[in-house]
């Protein structure tokens, strides 16, 4: 009897770490697909603006679903002067509100003059 007890111990014990392991993995795509959406936004919103991007590096925040991330924008230049290197950077907030903020997603692409 004690052993099929330890049988099923065993197995509850595993089902819960798997079943907490694809939560897991749950929320972590659910975090990357906000963070591609803030990623996305921010680009947008730099290819709309009248003027050629600044090479520099800037910083906002961006709200989804509740969720607060923070993007940068690092802003380069490229041989061609009629373009700009833009690589987006995400990242958004640890498990535990002590741990550094993680980054979750990086982008990078070029935006040419209009």
């Known amino acids: 009897m004690l052993v099929a ?4 111990a065993i197995s509850l014990t595993a089902g819960l770490q798997a079943s ?3 939560t ?10 906000l ?3 803030c990623a996305d936004n921010a680009l947008v919103n730099l290819r709309l603006q009248p003027q050629f991007p600044a090479v520099g590096r800037s910083s906002q925040t961006c709200e989804q679903g ?6 940068t924008l ?12 833009v690589r987006a950077e995400v990242q958004g907030p640890s498990s535990t509100p ?3 903020p993680v ?5 990078l692409t070029v935006i040419g003059r209009h």
């Open 35 to 37: 963070a591609q959406l």
């Open 103 to 107: 980054q979750l997603l990086s982008l």
């Open 74 to 85: 690092d802003v380069s230049p490229t041989l061609n002067p009629s373009f700009r290197r």
């Open 5 to 8: 007890l330890a049988i099923v």
């Open 20 to 22: 907490a392991a694809l």
């Open 24 to 33: 897991r993995l749950a929320e972590r795509q659910s975090q990357q697909w």
């Open 98 to 100: 002590e741990a550094a």
């Open 66 to 71: 509740g969720r607060v991330f923070e993007v």
